[in-house]
């Protein structure tokens, strides 16, 4: 009887990562660097562009914080550091800039992201100048995140207020003003009790349980946004009025704008919501008992 000898083989199984979209309030906060070097290996991460800008310029008044806390000083110049001296193959965020050259993305990603991406910004533009509404920096900053997640078909992670802990995301709040309609999913919701476990577990996994045991309070913000899935390189800037000349009347355009978002709406709820103090862990070890 004789012995059949197999070749050493390897078998590897990968599965798609998550996409999460990072709110520049929770990069700035001291939770921002942690969750994206240590999740970056877990999740496929993204800031906004105007964030990087910010990096670019270090002007924080533009931003959306416009005053700057001690420990959101020391943020910054973490993600300086990150943004100088890791190459964009090496981060552990992706950025979309202006341009395809000067972005950092994953590999395989949709040659059309810029332009979707451009196309929900500028519409919800329009979408804001139609109801009169100032598009400052903070809406820049805003505008730029949803339009980014919508484009991607990425969840955004945020953080809520300690101040109001039971109120919805600021970000939400800016939405609904918009006039995009925002719900909480229940804690009671299956699927919504399913998506918060899965994103739990990596965050298990990733080590950063701490942060909400020191008190994060983490929301997980999903898009609905029917258009997103439709725009593709198919169409032109003019199928929604863009791209056209100064002075250049097309009745039409606007309408198509707004319809990107036609049908849009919020999902959101607590990933990681503030509990009560943990009690002192010496008391709480010394209370155990002993067995030598």
Known sequence: MTATTLPDF???????????????ALALSVYGLPIAKQLGEWLELWVVREFWH?????D?????????????????????????????????????????????????????L????????????????????????????SRDLVALA??????????????????PPSLCRSLQHWGIRCWQIPAANDWGGLDAALLRQLFVNAGLAPLVWAGMDLCVVHLFVPSAATLGSTHSWGDFGF?????????????????????????????????????GGTQAVASLPFTP
Do not use: K
């Open 10 to 24: 390897t078998i590897t199984c990968s599965s798609r990562r998550r996409a999460c979209v990072i709110d520049s």
């Open 54 to 58: 910010l990096l670019e310029a270090r």
């Open 60 to 112: 924080a008044t533009r931003f959306v914080l416009p005053q700057l806390t001690p420990s959101m000083e020391r943020a910054l110049q973490e993600w300086e550091r990150l943004r100088q001296h890791v190459d964009s193959q090496h981060r552990p965020v992706n950025v979309l800039a202006d341009v395809l050259g000067d972005s950092s993305l994953p590999a395989g990603s949709d040659p059309d």
């Open 114 to 141: 810029i332009w979707r991406w451009e196309s929900l910004a500028q519409a919800l533009d329009r979408l804001l100048e139609a109801q009169g509404l100032p598009i400052d920096a903070p809406t820049m900053a």
């Open 150 to 167: 919508a484009a991607r078909n990425a969840c955004i992670l945020t953080l809520r207020s300690a101040a109001e802990p039971q109120a």
């Open 243 to 279: 791209g056209l000349e100064s002075g250049e009347e097309d009745p039409a355009a606007p309408l198509a704008a707004d319809c990107l978002w036609e049908g849009a709406q919020v999902f959101w709820y607590p990933l990681a919501a503030r509990e009560a103090p943990l009690e």
